[in-house]
């Protein structure tokens, strides 16, 4: 039987990862259609005290990684964090599918009550099991910067719709 967690976590980062891939590839279109430089896209945000659209999507992944990662109870695979195109956050989204696609779903299953612990924000160090990380702290998280990216993109005229965002389920 499959650890809820898992449930609860790889076919969601798969699926909306997959729509955010969907929705950039959208926005690499329209800024070719409308001869536009792919940075007015990349480096736009919501507010100035806001990540760019670009740094969204680095996050987004960043928390798929990551938070699958501690689950499965495996190391955190590290990214250069220098993608500078639409091509190049494709293949960081490609690449954080391949590995959550690769790990085995009998890693999960002591993953709701494996402790977690976490280096960032403040306090710096945050324990949590496995569960409350994921409902609490991960996929919240996730969903913040993956919804951010969308939305920079939406405010700047690329048609992109809840399908779009949802991806394919």
Do not use: C, W
């Not at 760019?52 to 928390?63: E, G």
């Not at 990662?69 to 960081?92: I, T, Y």
């Not at 160090?125 to 969308?150: I, Q, V």
């Amino acid at each position: 039987m499959t650890s809820a967690i898992y449930t609860a976590s790889i076919p969601v980062f798969k699926q909306m990862l997959g729509g955010l891939s969907g929705v950039l590839a959208k926005a690499d279109a329209h800024v070719a259609a409308k001869n536009i430089d792919p940075n007015a896209l990349l480096q736009a945000r919501l507010f100035p005290d806001m990540f760019t659209m670009l740094r969204q999507v680095q996050v987004a992944t960043d928390f798929a990684k990551s938070v699958s990662a501690r689950l499965a109870g495996v190391d955190v695979p590290k990214l250069a964090d220098d993608e500078q195109s639409f091509a190049e956050l494709q293949a960081r989204i490609a690449t954080v599918l391949a590995f959550i696609e690769g790990l085995d779903a009998a890693l999960f299953d002591e993953a709701a009550t494996r402790e977690i612990v976490t280096q960032a924000g403040t306090p710096k160090e945050k324990r949590f099991t496995g569960e409350s990380y994921l409902f609490s702290y991960g996929l919240p998280h996730f969903f913040f910067h993956t919804t951010t990216a969308y939305a920079i993109l939406r405010h700047n005229g690329v048609e992109v719709g809840k399908k779009d965002y949802i991806g394919t389920y």
